[in-house]
């Protein structure tokens, strides 16, 4: 089945600067790459997501790149607020034969220092 | 994610008995899913279901069980030959027509006295 790493575990950077997280998988098959933010006690939230035949996307200070070739792919996020400390989750999704399935990462948790 | 429900919101039992974890959704969405959230361990899936009356084992099924009677519901079942069920239980939907997404309910944290 898939496999996705996901880095670092945890991450601490001062306002206003930027935040990178990464991620690698397994499975040359997925086919559709979702970020989650998790608030604490809250359910995880789509921020964006990358389909495989596209390698970049941006939403004013979120990015994300995609390498399909060496199977990982990364989330940027720029001039960091206190309102991103959350956790992150990236996840990998299979679509095929009708089935979709999806396999997360263990989430980094972002801290942004005021 | 709205129009998915979780209840209760917390649960408490007793060691060696069974509960059920309610999720209902008004997206119209086929495919369900019920994950397992741990500190440090990100979301593992339980159970899914592609289509009513049908599910599928998922990577930590093992003392769960489910069914999808309906389209709307999707029930997770906790039992006690589950070995370490404290845990925050994260129902979803996903939809499959245009853009895939998947859509969380709010979450049941449950804890075994």
Not at chain 1, 18 to 23: E, F, L, M, R, Y
Request: proline letters at 4%.
């Amino acid at each position: 089945g898939e496999n996705v790493e996901q880095h670092p575990s945890t991450l601490s950077v001062q306002e206003g600067d930027s935040a990178v997280i990464k991620c690698t998988y397994s499975d040359s098959a997925s086919n559709y790459f979702p970020w989650y933010k998790q608030e604490l006690g809250k359910r995880p939230q789509l921020i964006i997501d990358i389909r495989s035949n596209v390698g970049e996307k941006k939403d004013q200070r979120i990015a994300v790149t995609l390498n399909k070739t060496a199977k990982h792919f990364s989330l940027h996020i720029t001039e960091t607020q206190p309102e991103d400390s959350a956790v992150y989750f990236c996840a990998t999704i299979y679509s095929g034969a009708g089935s979709y399935q999806l396999t997360f990462g263990k989430g980094t948790k972002l801290s942004v220092i005021p | 994610d709205g129009g998915i429900t979780q209840s209760p919101k917390y649960l408490f039992r007793k060691e060696g008995q069974n509960v059920t974890l309610s999720c209902e959704q008004n997206l119209n969405h086929d495919a369900m899913y019920w994950y397992r959230q741990d500190p440090g361990q990100g979301l593992r899936l339980i159970y899914y279901s592609q289509i009513v009356n049908d599910f599928q084992k998922g990577d930590i099924a093992e003392g769960y069980s489910v069914s999808r009677e309906k389209k709307e519901s999707f029930p997770l079942t906790v039992t006690s030959a589950q070995k370490n069920p404290t845990a925050f239980y994260l129902c979803a939907s996903m939809s499959t027509r245009g853009r895939i997404e998947q859509f969380f309910g709010p979450g049941t944290r449950l804890t075994v006295l």
